[in-house]
Every structure is written in C-alpha cells, then in structure tokens.
C-alpha cells in the first residue's frame, strides 16, 4: 500500500533555531517528492522538489534530502522565521499516472519569538 | 510560476443550498484539474479530477451527484456542492497541471473555506 508518513506531527521551535521534518514512503514506482508549505487557510506552496537521482537541494534557508534506498526525505529549515509557522507536507508521485499523489498528513510547525 | 485561483475565498450558505466553487488557471491552460477536500488538522484528500471536455473521475466514497464538477475550458473548473449539509463545511482546495509541462506538475489555489449552518 502506497503510504506517506511525517513526523513529528507539530513542533514548537524558538525563533532563530534549526529544525528537521521527516518524510517516510512506501510508495513505489517512485517518481518525485516535494515538500510543500501550507499556511493556515491557503493552499500549499511547493518548497522543493526531488526526483530519484537527487539526495539535497536547498531554496533559500530550506533544505531537502532524499535517499531513495530507504525511501526517507528530510526537509530542514535553517534559522528559523516567525513566518515559518505552518504546515509542512510531504507529496510522493508515483509513476503510473500523472495525477497519482500521495499526500502525508504534515508537520505543523509553530515558531515562537 | 503558474497561479491558480479561487472564488470565493469564503462562503456560508445554509442547509440544503447549493454553493459554487471556481477554479482558474491565471496564466497557463489546464488540461487537468483536481478537487480536493481538506478537514482541519489533515491531508488533503483528493476527491475528483476532472480533464477539460470530459467528465470528472470521482474517487471512491465522493457523490458525483452531490459534488458537480464541470471542467468547461482549459483555465476554469467549478465544484458545485449541491444540497449542502453541515459535514460538507470543509476547506476546499483546486489544483490544475498541464500536459504541456513533463513533471506533470500541479499548481494549487489559496482554497474555499465553506460553512454550511
């Protein structure tokens, strides 16, 4: 069964600090993997995406890992922004359509000053 | 990047009305367009795609009569929730791809939050 799983399911940071969100999948073929940012009320705002070959890329102070081996992603956000508060959720495509996207349930991350 | 919008943003209607949700695709043209349907504290949960021209798939357990969905060009879609109840107030979110681009990618709307009283 096609899954997607996020961890920790929220977190509270201070501002300033670093912090990691995890992705675990099950889902396979594998296609790509982005990690989207959703403020509370809006839709999500796609941070990066990752294809198999790729294991980091980086946009502004987020950066993302992927090892395909495991089927582990891990988005790290780096000096972190009262506007980072949000949610966080990891989108799996598989390679059997193209509108198979498997969504986890998010990491909701509040920053406080 | 590719915008996609919503109309409302917001709206209460009362039991038993039915609401109109639009979807457009500002700046490219959508060959696909996809409804979702999103309770608080969870996932999105795709409830139907729908290819311009051609009637929208439902996924499984979504009334296709209850959730009309009408994809009649390549920049707009609408989602018609029909007899409303209070279990439908949920926020609703569009996204639209286009075949043109080779990652298939989806570009979503800022949402509707409905209430249904």
């Known amino acids: 069964k096609n899954q997607v799983e996020q961890s920790p399911q929220s977190l509270i940071i201070l501002e300033g600090k670093n912090c990691t969100l995890q992705c675990n999948y099950t889902v396979s073929p594998f296609s790509n993997l982005r990690w989207y940012k959703q403020d509370t009320g809006r839709g999500p705002v796609s941070l990066t995406i990752m294809t198999f070959s790729e294991n980091t890329k980086s946009n502004g102070r987020y950066t993302a890992t992927l090892d395909a081996d495991t089927k582990q992603s891990s988005l790290h956000i780096t000096a972190s922004q009262l506007s980072d508060s949000a949610s966080y959720i990891c989108?799996?495509?598989?390679?059997?359509?193209?509108?198979?996207?498997?969504f986890g349930t998010g990491t909701r991350l509040t920053v406080i000053p | 990047g590719a915008v996609v919008s919503q109309h409302p943003s917001r709206v209460i209607c009362k039991s038993g009305t039915s609401v109109k949700i639009e979807c457009r695709s500002l700046d490219f043209q959508a060959t696909t367009m996809f409804w979702y349907r999103q309770f608080p504290k969870q996932s999105l949960m795709l409830m139907a795609t729908s290819n311009e021209g051609s009637k929208a798939t439902y996924e499984q357990g979504v009334e296709k009569d209850k959730f009309l969905i009408n994809h009649a060009s390549l920049t707009l879609s609408t989602l018609t929730v029909t007899s409303a109840h209070p279990e439908d107030s949920s926020f609703y979110i569009c996204s639209a791809s286009s075949s043109g681009t080779s990652s298939y990618e989806q570009y979503f709307g800022p949402g509707t939050r409905l209430t249904v009283t």
């Open positions: 989108v799996v495509r598989d390679q059997t359509g193209a509108n198979n996207l498997f």
